[in-house]
């Protein structure tokens, strides 16, 4: 019998589809979702339609599919991705009829694509190089796999992108007989340019791991791997600068080192009624409104002047260069108001900002606040929530004629969830929050926006 392993993060909307096609497949006597702590309905999709669900017990694919493999009941295990509507219906049947036949312990699957760019560039030249014997996979980067348990037990499960090239040598390195098949004509997601980077520098850094001791390296040797990676680096780079692309940072707590609002309330001497807004108004739109109140007679000048004590992000200046001078429209989309905003990018070179409209009356703030249409559900929305920062990214996207996927996102908040989740590179910023950690693709503890350089650079 066979058991199926699903890794999956935030999958609601196709998990279901991958888990009846498992479940229909002959032979299959056990379907397992591995959940990475999703924020969605993934869990109760999955279960819905019959699968076990464990939690991972680390963030990962890596670790995601070794628990999987621990726990399950079956010798004959197949992997398939959650995110992934075009499946073949024998898709488990061509996966694990060589090893059920006795012709094969792995099986790696190869399907119809656009070549993928870290295969050619990267993982092929470095595995032909490290290791000349190695067979000559199609897709060695290939997710969809099938083999024995008791040779996925001795493999090491890679955390990111190298975790599939790694099993390949693993298995390869147990003597493990290896065969490909085709399954077809597959419709996955394509990486956006800037993941590709991340990528290419994971499958590298995971095949030379697993080269070293396995014969000397000479100068000549890490000349050629210093090609490889200058020549993948160029790719990225020349197909960044002719793409349009978006970068978004949050305020409170990302680009100033505290919340503007906290701020004034101690300051003002408004604290105790900002708490009572807060912990007895869960409507949104309700308190904002009344946030907006605790700031009447207040002046422009009294409201820069208290934005300017409050310390920057170091090298924010410098971060905004870099992005602009690799063709990124920069912007700030915040939830607080946009007479703070506006002076931020005044001061330092944004090209826009999105935030509640505090209203003035000679330059005296009346205590109203208007929110922006951008921030409200429309019939282009990608989450369930009345008001979002992700709708008025989707709308900025629109505006500019930018992919969503083209996008990078810096945030820290419960407000940045979605945001982060759907950009191309979304990063968790000194947050203290485990859920914006969780759907982030990078997580930075340290306040200094440098450290964001090498993913975009």
Do not use: W
Not at 333 to 354: Q, R
């Amino acid at each position: 019998m066979i058991t199926v392993i699903i890794p999956a993060l935030n999958e609601e909307a196709t998990v279901g589809y991958v888990v009846r096609l498992a479940k229909n497949s002959p032979n299959v006597s056990e379907v397992i979702v591995v959940d990475d702590k999703s924020m969605d309905n993934t869990i109760e999709e999955a279960r819905r339609e019959g699968a076990s669900v464990i939690t991972s017990t680390k963030l990962g694919k890596g670790t995601s599919m070794k628990d999987g493999v621990l726990v399950a009941k079956n010798e004959v295990i197949a992997f398939l991705d959650a995110d992934i509507v075009t499946y073949s219906d024998d898709i488990i049947q061509i996966l694990t009829s060589p090893i059920i036949n006795g012709k094969a312990d792995f099986v790696k699957s190869y399907f119809t694509r656009q070549a993928g760019r870290v295969t050619e560039l990267v993982a092929k030249p470095l595995l032909s190089i490290l290791y000349p014997s190695f067979p000559n996979f199609q897709q060695p980067l290939s997710g969809m796999i099938a083999g024995k348990k008791s040779f996925f037990e001795k493999c090491e499960f890679e955390e990111g992108y190298g975790v599939d090239i790694g099993i390949l040598i693993d298995m390869y390195n147990l003597n493990a007989r290896i065969s490909e098949v085709s399954i077809g004509n597959i419709e996955n997601r394509m990486q956006a340019l800037e993941q590709l980077g991340k990528m290419s520098r994971e499958v590298a850094r995971t095949i030379m791991k697993k080269s070293k001791g396995i014969e000397p390296q000479n100068l000549e040797t890490f000349e050629n791997i210093q090609v490889i990676r200058e020549q993948m680096e160029f790719a990225i780079r020349e197909g960044l600068m002719s793409l349009k692309k978006v970068a978004i940072f949050d305020m409170d707590n990302t680009i100033l080192r505290a919340s503007f609002i906290n701020t004034a309330a101690s300051a003002f001497g408004f604290k105790n009624e900002l708490v009572d807004i807060v912990t007895n108004n869960h409507n949104p739109f309700i308190r904002t409104k009344m946030i907006a109140r605790l700031l009447k007679g207040k002046s422009i000048g009294d409201l820069l002047e208290l934005t300017d004590s409050i310390d920057v992000t170091p090298n924010l200046t410098e971060t905004i260069v870099s992005l602009k001078g690799q063709g990124y429209i920069t912007g700030i989309i915040s939830d607080s108001y946009d007479c703070i905003t506006n002076h931020l990018k005044n001061k330092f070179g944004f090209d826009f900002t999105i935030s509640n409209e505090l209203e003035f009356s000679k330059s005296i703030a009346t205590g109203e606040v208007k929110i922006p249409s951008l921030f409200l559900q429309d019939e282009k929305s990608q989450c369930k929530h009345e008001y979002c920062k992700l709708n008025a990214l989707i709308n900025i996207c629109e505006k500019y004629g930018v992919d969503l996927k083209n996008t990078l996102v810096v945030g820290d908040g419960e407000n940045d969830i979605c945001v982060i989740r759907k950009a191309g590179i979304g990063i968790s910023f000194c947050s203290t929050n485990i859920y914006v950690d969780s759907v982030a693709d990078y997580v930075i503890k340290e306040a200094d926006f440098e450290l964001l350089l090498p993913i975009f650079n």
